[in-house]
């Protein structure tokens, strides 16, 4: 059975300081999707990695995916009050498009 | 830009009695899933469809949940009856086929009370 898991699960950051998120999964997958949600908002997709080596990267966040050690990291530069959010890692088990999701990290940014 | 909708989005309901959930993905879209996210967690799957067929309902405590999605486009995920415990956001979303990004909706957060 596939395992997701998400650390920390709670982290403050002052604005414009860097942080890293990590999501660990117990079984092989090639497939990682990283979503943001709002409180009381549903899931916005932030990153797809479909491949070991993958790096995504979009304003003051990147992903990468190393599935050899079955690790992705999200990575928060300089970060700023509208980054606030909780973010999810899940893993497509068994190549069926069936995510399993970590248990979140929220994020909260102070000025 | 196309959306996945669901409704309603809110739904206060009292232990025991039945509910419904309605769901209609972006057009075109053949798979559908139905997720269910307790506060402070990640969701989790209950059921997907290819089309009309289920691919895996093995999450779906089917004792009180159905769901069904007859001509293969828009859904309904009904729970009879209801307990304290099924109190939180039902999640909607569809992907054009099995290995492609999945798109949610805006959910349904149900109260049970």
């Known amino acids: 059975e596939l395992k997701v898991e998400q650390n920390p699960l709670f982290l403050s950051m002052q604005e414009g300081k860097n942080y890293t998120i990590y999501c660990n999964y117990s079984?092989?997958?090639?497939?990682l999707y990283w979503y943001r949600q709002d409180p009381g908002k549903s899931l916005e997709s932030l990153f797809v990695?479909?491949?070991?080596?993958a790096v995504k990267q979009e304003g003051r966040l990147m992903a990468s995916l190393d599935t050899k050690a079955r690790l992705s990291t999200l990575h928060i530069t300089a970060a700023v009050h509208d980054l606030s959010a909780t973010y999810f890692c899940a893993v497509d088990e068994e190549y069926g498009n069936k995510l399993v999701f970590g248990a979140g990290t929220i994020l909260r940014v102070k000025s | 830009e196309a959306e996945v909708a669901q409704s309603p989005r809110y739904k206060i309901t009292e232990k025991s009695q039945a509910v419904a959930f309605w769901c209609d993905p972006i057009?075109?879209?053949?798979?559908l899933y139905w997720y269910r996210q307790i506060l402070g967690q990640g969701p989790e799957l209950l059921v997907q469809f290819q089309d009309e067929s289920v691919v895996d309902d093995s999450q779906l405590p089917k004792d009180r949940f159905s769901a069904e999605r007859l001509k293969g486009v828009d859904s309904t995920l009904k729970i009879q009856p209801a307990e304290l415990g099924d109190s939180a956001m039902y999640l909607c979303?569809?992907?054009?086929?099995?290995?492609?990004?999945?798109?949610f909706g805006p959910g349904t957060r149900l109260t049970v009370t």
């Open positions: 990695l479909l491949s070991n080596g």
């Open positions: 079984t092989t997958s090639d497939r």
């Open positions: 057009s075109g879209h053949a798979t």
């Open positions: 979303a569809s992907s054009p086929d099995l290995v492609y990004e999945q798109y």
